[in-house]
């Protein structure tokens, strides 16, 4: 159906930047919401930031001001730019895409995800 394909992550020393990218393809007809999460091992998978379909953002509070999601609607393209990074955002992130598809009975949604790409950061 839909694939989401992750890519930017890696090792950086804190005070580094990271871009992430995810792409979206696939059977679509729309893809509504986008966001990226992030879990470490042990823990729940957490939200770091949202991002409408027109562009409305919304961050984690601990994220605000260092991380930027933006998005490419023409390329169902989702990113985000991680400035400032400290060892505590060593973590897996995903990201998310609430797709909608279309058949011949009409059109439906679902939730999509990555695979996941590590980011590790260095004190």
């Known amino acids: 159906q839909v694939q989401l394909v992750e890519s930017g992550g890696g090792w950086v020393q804190g005070g580094g930047s990271l871009r992430l990218s995810c792409a979206a393809s696939?059977?679509?007809?729309?893809?509504?919401?986008m966001a990226w999460y992030r879990q470490t091992p042990g823990k729940q998978r957490d939200l770091v930031a949202t991002?409408?379909?027109?562009?409305?953002?919304n961050y984690a509070d601990s994220m605000e001001g260092r991380f930027t999601i933006s998005r490419d609607n023409a390329n169902n393209t989702v990113y985000l730019q991680m400035n400032s990074l400290k060892p505590e955002d060593t973590a897996v992130y995903y990201c998310?895409?609430?797709?909608?598809?279309?058949?011949?009975?009409?059109?439906?949604?679902?939730?999509?995800w990555g695979q996941g790409t590590q980011v590790t950061v260095s004190s």
């Open positions: 998310y895409a609430r797709i909608m598809s279309a058949s011949q009975w009409g059109t439906y949604e679902y939730n999509a």
């Open positions: 991002i409408t379909s027109d562009y409305t953002t």
């Open positions: 696939g059977s679509i007809f729309r893809v509504n919401d």
